[in-house]
């Protein structure tokens, strides 16, 4: 499972996009979620906040990247540095509600509760905002 929270520029909102596979994401994979975020965006431009995951600094991906310059801006967080990551609020609050104590019988019950979570998040207004402050970050 991915995840990307896009805090609207200007006091504009946050939208939380989701993203899951039954493989592990790897360079190819990642690319492609990257692709779907970028319509889901509908054409504004982002900035990733991203971790040190290999996939995440392979030559292909940096390549990828690199052709993206016109929407897309990255900058890495800190060699491990998961409280510097908003995304690492979300992953927490939905492991401590719709996945706590899950006994799933397949990967698709496990699919199914994260995505009612990331609903959840999504419908709470000003959640998605405490995880960037949680983080001690702002957009201003």
Not at 36 to 59: C, I, M, N, V, Y
Not at 77 to 94: F, I, K, S, T
Request: hydrophobic residues 45%; proline residues 4%.
């Amino acid at each position: 499972m991915a995840t990307a929270i896009c805090y609207g520029s200007n006091g504009g909102g946050a939208a939380v996009c989701f993203h899951h596979q039954e493989r592990a994401y790897d360079t190819g994979t990642l690319i492609g979620a990257l692709e779907e975020l970028r319509g889901f965006l509908g054409g504004q431009k982002a900035t990733l906040l991203w971790d040190g995951l290999p996939a995440h600094r392979s030559q292909a991906m940096r390549r990828w990247l690199a052709s993206q310059r016109s929407w897309l801006v990255v900058e890495p967080l800190p060699g491990y540095a998961p409280e510097l990551n908003p995304v690492e609020g979300l992953w927490a609050n939905l492991k401590g509600t719709e996945l706590a104590n899950l006994a799933a019988d397949d990967l698709d019950d496990i699919v199914a509760a994260a995505e009612r979570g990331i609903q959840r998040i999504r419908a709470t207004h000003g959640l998605a905002y405490s995880f960037l402050r949680h983080c001690g970050l702002s957009l201003w």
